[in-house]
């Protein structure tokens, strides 16, 4: 990976593995931002396999713990909430949830997927209160800097909301990551190098990158069935990702250049299916350009921290 993406940027060098739940908490889907959800959303999308209706926190990383365990020969891991909005709720209630988590067996941290308009002043105080005793990272879905794709994806959330959250967590000492998606209909390349700008002027420490998946029972497959928009083959994502890549800083972690759906709910892209793939890609992508991580920024390939560093 040594033209594209050294193996620290991926943040394959610890062996705390996230163990993923669900908490079933979404703002645009109980009318407090509407009912229709994300226009990409489908709730059932980001549950863990494991995942069933009523589970509790601790039965969820009991099966998520062993899971991994098995596939990473580790016993160390990060308790990771990821789908809906894993901050929007009171504070007491998170808090008992979070504690519950971290009193698991083997949790070192807690990871929070959430939206940068999900997070009230006295939710802020908790994360910098547990952020004190133990690692915490929250991932901001911005997922993208432009307001008119905002606008399309039924996000309910601006730029300058992801801005502020930003804001409000970095003085609290938290650690974050940006959640971008690349390829949104109607998006230009231009407008997708926004996002790339709004990550670097953020501070975060991290990004994760998403190809577009179309899912099952959502607005964007309803639109996608009509035939009001095509696309990215694999070849066109892996241009554009580069692209992106080349526009951040060397110091930001890239976490993911690509995700996935489950198979059973994925409309398209069919190429999508297969990660390594992707990612190959995007790494053939930058070695063919002679390209790295923040070269367009005028970086030099030795400024790109190494696993070590």
């Given at each position: 990976?040594?033209?594209a993406?050294?193996?620290?940027?991926?943040?394959?060098?610890?062996?705390?593995?996230?163990?993923?739940?669900?908490?079933?908490?979404?703002?645009?889907?109980?009318?407090?931002?509407g009912?229709?959800?994300?226009?990409?959303?489908?709730?059932?999308?980001?549950?863990?396999?494991?995942?069933?209706?009523?589970?509790?926190?601790?039965?969820?990383?009991?099966?998520?713990?062993?899971?991994?365990?098995?596939?990473?020969?580790?016993?160390?891991?990060?308790?990771?909430?990821?789908?809906?909005t894993?901050?929007y709720?009171?504070?007491?209630?998170?808090?008992?949830l979070?504690?519950?988590?971290?009193d698991?067996?083997?949790i070192?941290?807690?990871?929070?997927?959430?939206?940068?308009?999900?997070?009230?002043?006295?939710?802020?105080?908790?994360?910098?209160d547990?952020?004190?005793?133990?690692?915490?990272?929250?991932?901001?879905?911005?997922?993208?800097?432009?307001?008119?794709t905002l606008?399309?994806?039924?996000?309910?959330?601006?730029?300058?909301?992801?801005?502020?959250?930003?804001?409000?967590?970095?003085?609290?000492?938290?650690r974050?990551?940006?959640?971008v998606?690349?390829?949104?209909?109607?998006?230009?390349?231009?407008?997708?190098?926004?996002?790339?700008?709004?990550?670097?002027?953020?501070?975060?420490?991290?990004?994760?990158?998403?190809?577009?998946?179309?899912?099952?029972?959502?607005?964007?497959?309803?639109?996608?069935?009509?035939?009001?928009?095509?696309l990215?083959?694999?070849?066109?994502?892996?241009?554009?990702?580069?692209?992106?890549?080349?526009?951040?800083?060397?110091?930001?972690?890239?976490?993911?250049?690509?995700?996935?759906?489950?198979?059973?709910?994925?409309?398209?892209?069919?190429?999508?299916?297969?990660?390594?793939?992707?990612?190959n890609?995007?790494?053939?992508?930058?070695?063919?350009?002679?390209?790295?991580?923040?070269?367009?920024?005028?970086?030099?390939?030795?400024e790109?921290?190494?696993?070590t560093?």
């Amino acid at each position: 990976m040594s033209a594209a993406l050294l193996p620290g940027r991926m943040l394959k060098c610890s062996k705390n593995i996230s163990a993923a739940f669900s908490m079933g908490l979404l703002s645009t889907r109980d009318g407090t931002k509407g009912t229709a959800g994300c226009a990409f959303c489908n709730p059932a999308g980001s549950e863990p396999r494991h995942y069933k209706p009523g589970m509790s926190v601790t039965e969820q990383l009991e099966l998520a713990t062993n899971y991994v365990r098995e596939r990473h020969e580790t016993n160390h891991f990060l308790a990771y909430f990821q789908d809906y909005t894993t901050t929007y709720k009171d504070a007491k209630s998170l808090e008992k949830l979070y504690r519950q988590a971290l009193d698991f067996p083997g949790i070192r941290g807690l990871a929070l997927c959430t939206r940068p308009d999900c997070l009230d002043e006295d939710v802020l105080d908790l994360l910098e209160d547990i952020s004190r005793e133990t690692f915490v990272w929250v991932e901001l879905g911005v997922q993208s800097g432009c307001d008119l794709t905002l606008v399309r994806m039924n996000r309910g959330h601006t730029v300058y909301d992801s801005e502020k959250a930003f804001e409000k967590l970095h003085t609290r000492n938290v650690r974050t990551a940006a959640h971008v998606i690349l390829g949104y209909p109607g998006e230009t390349a231009e407008e997708a190098m926004t996002t790339a700008s709004l990550v670097n002027r953020s501070g975060t420490a991290g990004v994760k990158l998403q190809n577009l998946h179309v899912v099952k029972n959502t607005l964007l497959a309803d639109q996608y069935n009509r035939g009001e928009f095509t696309l990215m083959e694999r070849n066109e994502y892996a241009e554009l990702a580069a692209d992106f890549l080349e526009r951040i800083r060397p110091d930001i972690v890239v976490q993911r250049v690509t995700g996935e759906a489950p198979p059973r709910m994925l409309v398209a892209p069919h190429w999508a299916i297969n990660k390594l793939a992707v990612m190959n890609r995007v790494r053939r992508e930058l070695m063919y350009r002679d390209s790295w991580q923040g070269k367009h920024l005028g970086y030099a390939m030795e400024e790109i921290p190494s696993v070590t560093d």
